[in-house]
């Protein structure tokens, strides 16, 4: 051979051959490197790998080998690890004398005969790489995205029950309970309205100044000396939380009971006339003479030539109407006896409004809600004022005539204090605590509808914690995936790796050193 064609073959000879992974069992059958029923040839081989699977081994070291699917290596790795032990004695004529021993060399033999191991090598390759590695990065990418997930919905969980509490003890805070026992607390705060509503009334009994110069105000401005404005306030304010009876007729509650118990109540006197006719009078003075059972209202037809002659005949234009026989009553007299009525009954009609009538001003929710108007009324006129006293309109007040001193001489600091006081009860009148508490004392509904909205924060914190359980169960099972899968992802990779480099360097040796490469995604792995 010349110089040329030695060149020409060892060049060759540094030629890779590159082998698609997925492709690799069709190419070693293509090459008649294995034979094309490789598979079906294979059966004493599986026969073998079945009962060894079932068997136990002797051999404590090498259980963790014997794993599914065993391949060459494993089978070669596990029979040296059995001849080096005392299960690896061989008799005279060269067997072994431990029947698992024996087992395993049996399967060593049939995976070299023809080839084999290089096409179930070329089978694990293609299995790992095509399906088992994808399938369990998927699952540890799988639990490791879900037990992130779990985590962040773990810590939301626990960010909205301190919001739900914050927020609990904050509607707690505004209705004035404690909110360890809900229902029994709001029953109790409906005992402290009376003495909410004094205090209110101390209130709006500090307001004698504002009262006074907003009336003087409006008074000189729309020039009425007799204008009132604010007059339930100003009733208030000078006489406290009275009855509503009061303020409409201005006398008190005793005062209205013992004028009715003064009234005489006289009884219907009944008498008779000369005539024997019944008289009806309350007043026994008066006189009989003057009663008009003494006119006579007869008519004397002969006395009385003045009466029209009325005897005249008349045709209506009906004839004679015969009824039939006659009709039968009959006889018979049913007696109902007499009915008995029971018991004198006595019946008392209250005045229409009397209950209400008998509330105080601040708890009828009429007058309590004119009250509440009256004092923004008051507010706005007093900010209106200190706007524009803080503009130095006072100045134009004092250049029209006859303009009350009350009003020249009233400075923004006393308006803006008179506002302050007037934003006192006005406050406490409107606040949430209120709201909820007249309402409790009005509707034993409302009361069951706060309690289940107060409770519903409670809830919704019972079902955050609900849901941080549920996320540390996933949490473990996440876990426990991961740890599961990993090894098998690990001894897959490596299991892939060891074969694809045995089956390069075995092909090599075939094709006279040539480098084989088996390319695809083995080589991301």
Request: charged residues 30%; glycine residues 4%; negative net charge.
């Amino acid at each position: 051979m010349s110089s040329h064609q030695q060149m020409a073959q060892n060049k060759e000879l540094l030629i890779p051959i590159d082998i698609k992974d997925v492709k690799l069992v069709d190419w070693l059958v293509d090459r008649a490197i294995v034979n094309r029923l490789w598979n079906e040839e294979c059966g004493e081989l599986r026969d073998l790998l079945k009962q060894i699977g079932e068997e136990e081994c002797p051999l404590v070291d090498i259980r963790e080998e014997i794993v599914t699917p065993i391949h060459y290596h494993n089978s070669v790795k596990i029979l040296k690890a059995l001849e080096d032990s005392p299960f690896g004695s061989k008799n005279l004529i060269g067997q072994y004398t431990h029947d698992y021993t024996a087992k395993w060399a049996r399967i060593v033999k049939l995976f070299e005969k023809n080839g084999t191991f290089l096409a179930d090598s070329a089978k694990h390759i293609i299995q790992n790489v095509k399906y088992d590695i994808p399938l369990y990065k998927k699952q540890i990418s799988r639990a490791t995205q879900i037990k992130q997930d779990s985590i962040k919905k773990q810590a939301d969980c626990s960010n909205n029950i301190n919001k739900y509490q914050i927020k609990y003890r904050e509607k707690c805070a505004d209705i004035g309970i404690v909110g360890d026992h809900v229902r029994s607390e709001l029953k109790n705060l409906v005992s402290d309205i009376p003495d909410k509503m004094l205090d209110i009334a101390s209130d709006i009994g500090l307001l004698s100044s504002a009262l006074s110069y907003y009336q003087a105000f409006a008074r000189f401005l729309i020039n009425d000396p007799e204008l009132e404005v604010c007059p339930l306030l100003f009733f208030v304010q000078q006489h406290g939380n009275v009855t509503v009876s009061q303020w409409e007729t201005g006398v008190l509650p005793s005062q209205e009971s013992d004028s009715e118990s003064s009234v005489e109540i006289i009884e219907p006197i009944e008498t008779h006339d000369k005539n024997g006719c019944i008289v009806v009078s309350g007043d026994a003075d008066i006189d009989p003479r003057d009663s008009p059972t003494d006119m006579d209202m007869t008519i004397d037809p002969e006395k009385n030539t003045d009466a029209p002659d009325l005897d005249c005949d008349i045709d209506f234009g009906i004839d004679t109407i015969d009824f039939g026989a006659d009709i039968d009553f009959g006889e018979e007299v049913i007696d109902c006896g007499e009915i008995d009525f029971g018991e004198d009954i006595e019946i008392s009609v209250l005045g229409a409004g009397e209950d209400l009538k008998n509330e105080l001003l601040l708890d009828n929710t009429i007058t309590r809600n004119k009250i509440i108007d009256e004092l923004y009324e008051l507010a706005a006129f007093l900010s209106s004022r200190t706007d524009e006293l803080s503009r130095h309109s006072e100045t134009i007040l004092a250049e029209i005539p006859d303009c009350p001193s009350e009003i020249q001489t009233t400075q923004i600091d006393s308006v803006e204090k008179m506002r302050i006081v007037v934003e006192l009860p006005l406050n406490k009148l409107t606040n949430e605590t209120m709201r909820h508490l007249l309402l409790l004392k009005n509707s034993e509904k409302y009361l069951d509808r706060l309690t289940d909205s107060m409770h519903s924060q409670l809830r919704l914190c019972d079902k955050m914690e609900d849901s941080i359980d549920e996320m540390k169960q996933r949490i473990k099972e996440a876990e426990r995936t991961y740890e599961e899968v990993e090894p098998k992802l690990k001894r897959a990779i490596e299991t892939t790796k060891l074969l694809k480099s045995t089956v390069e360097n075995e092909l090599s040796k075939k094709y006279k050193g040539r480098p084989v490469r088996i390319m695809g995604d083995i080589n991301t792995l």
